[in-house]
């Protein structure tokens, strides 16, 4: 229930693309920023009743509890291939694919390089926290050398794991992607830019251009074990250090 | 988009008719990778489907390809893919989600030795994996049997059929001896009926409600317990209504053969031989594999003197004849593994020392 006041202008509201429900996210989760993102994008281009998304395996498996949208979980690592029988068969409507760091740079490199390179015309979303968070906490790809997780209690061996991979840079050795840009939702006028990445993202793939990809850095406050502010600070410092924001292609 | 059916005999190996008949029962989005010896039924697809306005995509692995096919699923899009033993081995994953979801597919398996990367010749060894649901978790595939060109293609379109009418993965369970052997068929017909998916597949929330498929259930009142009901229900309706099985000169026969697919050839030619020895031997031809004819069985080899399971394996059907018949008749076995035929003469050696 929403009161109206009279001569008031309403500057802010929830996305009809959003679901009216409560969340399940940890305070402080970068997840419930990004959602926001992509279904206000979704609302603008009037592109709700004509989107599929595709749930990935990670703390972001229940996005399909907070859209107001179609939606298809795939199994850990798939979502880039279940996104593209997706829209091979429904090639006039919107496929988003929702992933984390584990998802799509260890287990699903693989679907996410081929579906990239393929230019398929769709358009993934990849929220980078350096962390496995459904599991409790696991080195991610993306762990920062020397990050402690619990598989990586001393802190990140480069040696013995290798230096974390930045996604947008791999990508961007292939010829098909259209868009790529890195950005990150650590504070408000980042979250700005990243609504700007996201709109252009979907809109590529509403205007039929090809494969667009969005990567944010997203704090983990939970399994980094850091309060709210902490992780946002850990992000505009430590993350954006290592993994450069930007665009990286806009073509 | 029609496709003409001729009428008349045509000569295709069995892996080009796998893919023929799939485009006769309306496959539009096909998702391969390479594997010998099922390869043909990719090339096929590759040059076919653009003529029919379907869509041929070569996957990075047999993994995206039953992921894609997983996707075209939920879109309600007709789909297949096709592989061979080490490449299905990897497409269980696929198979144990589309079961989880409910999503209708045909999967072909053209089986070759094993274990491991085995060699590339027709085997049986994966009767394990087809029928016991090769995937974790408690589901079954529709898992069809065929034993020559003609077949092969008949229940192509039927698989599809089947899969759209339950909602479930049929698979079709071939080797590479089928797949690669050349033989006259006439091509079948387009199915009769065409299943209406527009209340479950996912094409945008346009006035409706928005839905999701699935397969995590973490909440007890939509649990996944509750799944499990449902699929065992549908899986009992399934062995209800959908077993088939051929029986070959078992009026009066006195011992019976029990073979699926290529095996039941060799043993179909060993009866004959037999039959006009004057030995009284029938064959007992199981196409369903799973649902599995264990009564139709029971009730023709209750009163035989001898059955033996013939199989390119080390005895994988023989446990289902076993359960199927119990301690009632003497069961004995003859298999060869690692992709070789099974013999003629064998087959009728070990008849004849009981006859």
């Given at each position: 229930?929403?009161?109206?006041?009279?001569?008031?202008?309403r500057?802010?509201?929830?996305?009809e693309?959003?679901?009216?429900?409560?969340t399940?996210y940890?305070?402080?989760?970068?997840?419930?920023?990004?959602h926001?993102?992509?279904?206000?994008?979704?609302?603008?281009?009037?592109m709700?009743?004509?989107?599929i998304?595709?749930?990935?395996?990670?703390?972001?498996?229940?996005?399909?509890?907070?859209?107001?949208a179609?939606?298809?979980?795939?199994?850990?690592?798939?979502?880039?291939?279940?996104?593209?029988?997706?829209?091979?068969?429904?090639?006039?409507?919107?496929?988003i694919?929702?992933q984390?760091?584990?998802?799509?740079?260890?287990?699903?490199?693989a679907?996410?390089i081929?579906?990239?390179?393929?230019g398929?015309?769709?358009?993934?979303?990849?929220?980078?926290?350096?962390?496995?968070?459904?599991?409790?906490?696991?080195?991610?790809?993306?762990?920062?050398?020397?990050?402690?997780?619990?598989?990586?209690?001393?802190?990140?061996?480069?040696?013995?794991?290798?230096?974390?991979?930045?996604?947008?840079?791999?990508?961007?050795?292939?010829?098909a992607?259209?868009?790529i840009e890195?950005?990150?939702?650590h504070?408000?006028?980042?979250?700005?830019?990243?609504k700007r990445?996201?709109?252009?993202?979907?809109?590529?793939?509403?205007?039929?251009?090809?494969?667009s990809?969005?990567?944010?850095?997203?704090?983990?406050?939970?399994?980094?074990?850091?309060?709210?502010?902490?992780?946002?600070?850990?992000?505009?410092?430590?993350?954006?250090?290592?993994?450069?924001?930007?665009?990286?292609?806009d073509r | 988009?029609?496709?003409?059916?001729?009428?008349?005999?045509?000569?295709?190996r069995?892996?080009?008719?796998?893919?023929e008949?799939?485009?006769?029962?309306?496959?539009?989005?096909?998702?391969?990778?390479?594997?010998?010896p099922?390869?043909e039924?990719?090339?096929?697809?590759?040059?076919?489907?653009?003529?029919?306005g379907?869509?041929?995509?070569?996957a990075?692995?047999?993994?995206?390809?039953?992921?894609?096919?997983?996707?075209?699923?939920?879109?309600?899009g007709?789909t297949?893919?096709?592989?061979?033993?080490?490449?299905?081995?990897?497409k269980?994953?696929?198979?144990?989600?589309?079961?989880?979801?409910?999503l209708?597919?045909v999967?072909?398996?053209m089986?070759?030795?094993?274990?491991?990367?085995?060699?590339?010749?027709g085997s049986q060894g994966?009767?394990?994996?087809?029928?016991?649901?090769?995937?974790h978790?408690?589901?079954?595939?529709?898992?069809?049997?065929?034993?020559?060109v003609?077949e092969?293609?008949?229940?192509?379109?039927?698989?599809?059929?089947?899969?759209?009418?339950?909602?479930?993965?049929?698979?079709?369970?071939?080797?590479?001896?089928?797949?690669?052997?050349?033989e006259?068929l006439?091509?079948?017909e387009?199915p009769s009926k065409?299943y209406?998916?527009?209340?479950w597949?996912?094409?945008?929330?346009a006035?409706?409600?928005?839905?999701?498929?699935?397969s995590?259930?973490?909440?007890?009142?939509?649990g996944?317990?509750?799944?499990?009901?449902?699929?065992?229900?549908?899986?009992?309706?399934?062995?209800?209504?959908?077993?088939r099985?051929?029986?070959?000169?078992?009026?009066?026969?006195?011992?019976?053969?029990?073979?699926?697919?290529?095996?039941?050839?060799?043993c179909?030619?060993?009866?004959?031989?037999?039959r006009?020895a004057?030995v009284r031997?029938?064959?007992f031809r199981?196409?369903?594999l799973?649902?599995?004819?264990?009564g139709?069985?029971?009730q023709?080899?209750?009163?035989m003197?001898?059955?033996?399971?013939?199989?390119?394996?080390?005895g994988?059907?023989l446990?289902?004849?076993?359960l199927?018949l119990?301690d009632?008749?003497?069961?004995?076995?003859y298999?060869?593994?690692?992709?070789?035929?099974?013999?003629?003469?064998?087959?009728?050696?070990?008849?004849?020392?009981?006859?």
């Open positions: 229930m929403r009161s109206e006041v009279a001569g008031a202008k500057v802010f509201s929830r996305p693309t959003l679901a009216d429900v409560p399940h940890c305070p402080g989760c970068g997840h419930g920023i990004i926001r993102l992509m279904a206000q994008v979704v609302d603008e281009l009037g709700r009743e004509k989107t998304v595709i749930a990935s395996v990670g703390c972001s498996v229940l996005i399909y509890n907070y859209m107001n179609d939606s298809l979980e795939a199994a850990h690592g798939r979502a880039p291939a279940v996104a593209t029988g997706v829209k091979r068969v429904r090639p006039d409507r919107l496929v694919s929702y984390g760091d584990g998802d799509l740079l260890a287990i699903g490199t679907e996410t081929h579906a990239a390179n393929r398929e015309n769709i358009t993934i979303l990849f929220v980078n926290n350096a962390i496995y968070g459904m599991t409790g906490g696991q080195m991610a790809p993306t762990s920062l050398a020397g990050q402690k997780t619990k598989t990586s209690p001393y802190g990140r061996n480069p040696a013995e794991a290798g230096m974390p991979i930045r996604a947008c840079e791999l990508l961007n050795t292939l010829e992607p259209v868009f890195r950005c990150s939702v504070d408000v006028p980042h979250i700005l830019k990243a990445a996201t709109r252009k993202a979907i809109e590529n793939q509403v205007k039929g251009r090809g494969f990809f969005v990567e944010y850095l997203s704090m983990c406050p939970t399994n980094w074990g850091m309060s709210s502010q902490a992780a946002a600070d850990w992000v505009s410092t430590e993350m954006v250090s290592y993994y450069p924001l930007g665009n990286i292609r | 988009m029609r496709v003409a059916v001729v009428a008349e005999p045509v000569l295709m069995g892996n080009e008719a796998i893919a008949a799939a485009i006769i029962a309306g496959c539009r989005y096909y998702f391969a990778y390479p594997i010998t099922q390869n039924i990719a090339a096929y697809m590759a040059r076919r489907m653009p003529e029919v379907g869509t041929f995509l070569q990075e692995s047999e993994i995206a390809s039953i992921n894609m096919v997983f996707g075209a699923a939920a879109a309600g007709r297949m893919t096709s592989s061979s033993s080490p490449g299905i081995s990897l269980q994953e696929g198979l144990s989600y589309m079961a989880g979801t409910e209708p597919a999967v072909v398996n089986m070759r030795g094993g274990p491991g990367l085995g060699n590339i010749a994966d009767y394990f994996q087809a029928t016991k649901g090769g995937g978790g408690d589901y079954h595939m529709i898992v069809l049997a065929p034993a020559s003609q092969l293609a008949a229940l192509t379109v039927d698989a599809f059929e089947l899969s759209d009418r339950y909602r479930i993965v049929t698979m079709i369970l071939g080797d590479g001896y089928l797949g690669q052997m050349s006259s006439v091509l079948p387009p065409l209406d998916k527009s209340s597949i996912l094409d945008g929330a006035g409706r409600d928005p839905r999701t498929i699935a995590l259930r973490l909440k007890p009142e939509d996944v317990e509750r799944l499990n009901l449902r699929l065992q229900e549908k899986y009992r309706e399934i062995e209800a209504e959908e077993i099985f051929e029986c070959f000169q078992c009026q009066d026969a006195e011992v019976l053969l029990v073979a699926f697919g290529l095996a039941a050839r060799v179909k030619a060993a009866v004959n031989q037999l006009s004057g031997v029938g064959l199981p196409i369903t799973w649902p599995f004819p264990y139709e069985l029971l023709r080899a209750g009163r003197k001898k059955v033996l399971v013939v199989e390119m394996n080390a994988q059907m446990e289902d004849v076993r199927a119990g009632k008749v003497r069961i004995e076995f298999g060869r593994m690692g992709a070789m035929l099974v013999e003629e003469e064998e087959i009728i050696k070990r008849i004849r020392k009981e006859s």
